[in-house]
Every structure is written in structure tokens, then in C-alpha cells.
């Protein structure tokens, strides 16, 4: 009986280790900084003029109430909140993390995630893509929060 | 005893074995709690017939209001779970489709003859249908149900 408790406990530790070299912790920070990095690059190539992100100029964005949005979906602060530090709700009544990295230290951490949330919500707010500067602007500003 | 504390030995020495940093790809099961449970509860499938997901997985771009439009793998991925577990598919309940006329297609499983019977009480004024949200398809304010994704983690996706 002891044997097998004890090898349990052994292996738990040796796998815990093996665990831990093989995914290292999350590097949010490092992870965000790429997805910056590719918007920047893109809006480099749509103006060779842009001169980095602004996080005023994404505050704005996340609370303009563009002229042709869906009614259901206002704008951005409508379903996270005009104080991104807060937990949003979404239509169908759940709740969702807060935006600001402060809160919710993975956001904007995996760029297929960051992409389709881009897509649909762009297209619900603001009935167009955004560009690559609005994106940027976005994240720099929740970044700040 | 012996055999049930030496069970778990394997499962960490199968762990162990798999090749580092190796991601399992997700099942169609996952991609449909993870993608359709970011915005409201994952839906059991079997709340509604095959035709009704046909359409709505069909319509995301246009989703009760919103955007919810998918890459196409995950979208393919989510229409065969979805087939295989409605009401009156292979793995689903033909129970729920109590009711239902073959020619009418619900869009909502508040819509379902099942849903509304059971909830009859919860249909009185200022419940279930007010506009904008429509409290009653929030499932989990009453029951005590899992089904929440991780908020769309995109496997793929575009823009």
C-alpha cells in the first residue's frame, strides 16, 4: 500500500517538472508585444508615414458610437463597458472578462483569437474591418488600463 | 485497492510520455463548447433538430444581431457535432422534438414546443420575452449547467 502512494507521489513531482520544461509559463507580455509588432508592421506597409500606436486615439475608438452600427451592438463599450477594467456582459447575458490587461493579464495574447474577435466585432459596431492602426490603437489602450 | 491506486500511475506515465509541447488538436466537441459557449452557453444539441443548426450555422454572419460568423474548419467541425447530436440525429434524444411540426424549422430552443411547455410559468409577461435580451435563452441564471467556452479562442480565423 505504501509502495504505490509513494511512486504516486514521485511521479506526480517528476511530471510536474517534465510539464514545466516542456510549456514554459506563459510569457503574456512577450505574446502581446508580437501582436503589436504584426499590426504595426501591417500599418507599416499600408503608410510608411505611421509613427506608432496611440492609446488616446483607441480609448476614443472603444467609445465612438459610429452612425451605422447594428442597433444591437452600439459600439464597443456596449458589451465590455465604458470602464474596460470592469467584466462585460455580452447580449445573451454572460459575463465577460474585462478587457484591461491590469484585469485580465491574457488579453490580446493569441492572435487567432485577437483576429475573429476583430472580425466580427468591426463588422457589428463599426459594418467594416477595422485597420490595422484602430487594432493597435485598441490593444495599446487596453494595454494601459 | 492496489489496482485503483495504480491506475492513476498510468494515466500520469501516458502524460508523461506524450511528446513535449505536443497539442492535441481539439475535438469537434471542444470546438463547439469553446466557439459556440463565448457569447451565451454552449446549447446541448439535442434542445433542437439537425435542420434547425443546419440553419443556424448556416446564418452566423447574421446571428440574432450579431456577428458570429466562423473560419470554415471550425464551422465544418461544429455542423458534424451538431448533426450527429441533435434531436433527431444519431447520438440525440427524438424526445425534445415533442410537438414540432417536420415543416416548421425553430430557430430557438425557446421556441420549441418541449421548452415552452416546461417553462409555461416563466412565460408570463416580463420574463422570457422582452426586447433586446431575451433572458430565458440564458439557461445557466437558472439552471445549474455547464457549458461555457473559453471566450472563441479562434482555431483559425480571418481578417
Not at chain 1, 510536474?16 to 508580437?34: E, I, K, L
Not at chain 1, 504595426?40 to 505611421?50: C, H, L, N, W
Not at chain 2, 448556416?58 to 440574432?64: G, K, Q, Y
Amino acid at each position: 500500500m505504501e509502495l504505490p502512494i509513494r511512486l504516486i507521489a514521485t511521479l506526480v513531482l517528476a511530471s510536474s517538472v517534465t510539464a514545466g520544461m516542456a510549456t514554459a509559463a506563459p510569457n503574456f507580455a512577450s505574446d502581446r508585444a508580437a501582436i503589436l509588432a504584426h499590426y504595426a508592421a501591417e500599418a507599416r506597409k499600408a503608410d510608411p508615414g505611421f509613427k506608432g500606436f496611440s492609446a488616446a486615439a483607441g480609448r476614443a475608438f472603444f467609445l465612438a458610437h459610429p452612425a451605422g452600427a447594428r442597433p444591437a451592438t452600439p459600439s464597443c463599450s456596449y458589451c465590455h463597458t465604458t470602464d474596460p477594467r470592469n467584466p462585460g456582459r455580452t447580449r445573451a447575458g454572460k459575463v465577460i472578462l474585462p478587457m484591461a490587461v491590469s484585469r485580465t493579464p491574457s488579453r490580446f495574447t493569441k492572435l487567432s483569437k485577437v483576429r475573429l474577435w476583430f472580425r466580427r466585432n468591426c463588422q457589428s459596431v463599426y459594418r467594416r474591418q477595422c485597420t490595422a492602426v484602430e487594432k493597435g490603437n485598441y490593444i495599446t489602450f487596453m494595454a494601459s488600463q | 485497492m492496489t489496482r485503483l491506486a495504480l491506475l492513476p500511475v498510468g494515466v500520469l506515465l501516458a502524460a508523461m510520455l506524450l511528446p513535449a509541447g505536443a497539442a492535441l488538436a481539439a475535438t469537434p466537441q471542444q470546438t463547439y463548447t469553446t466557439q459556440c459557449g463565448a457569447c451565451h452557453m454552449a446549447y446541448p444539441p439535442t434542445l433542437l433538430p439537425a435542420r434547425s443548426w443546419k440553419a443556424i450555422v448556416a446564418n452566423l454572419r447574421h446571428h440574432f444581431g450579431e456577428d458570429a460568423s466562423l473560419g470554415r474548419r471550425d464551422t465544418a467541425a461544429i455542423s458534424t457535432y451538431l448533426a450527429d447530436n441533435a434531436a433527431d440525429g444519431p447520438l440525440g434524444n427524438r424526445r425534445f422534438l415533442m410537438g414540432v411540426s417536420p415543416d416548421v424549422t425553430p430557430m430557438r430552443i425557446t421556441d420549441m414546443p418541449f421548452w415552452r411547455v416546461i417553462h409555461v410559468r416563466l412565460l408570463r409577461p416580463g420574463i422570457g420575452t422582452g426586447p433586446g435580451i431575451r433572458k430565458a435563452a440564458a439557461c445557466n441564471l437558472c439552471h445549474n449547467v455547464s457549458g461555457n467556452g473559453e471566450g472563441g479562442e479562434g482555431g483559425e480565423s480571418g481578417g
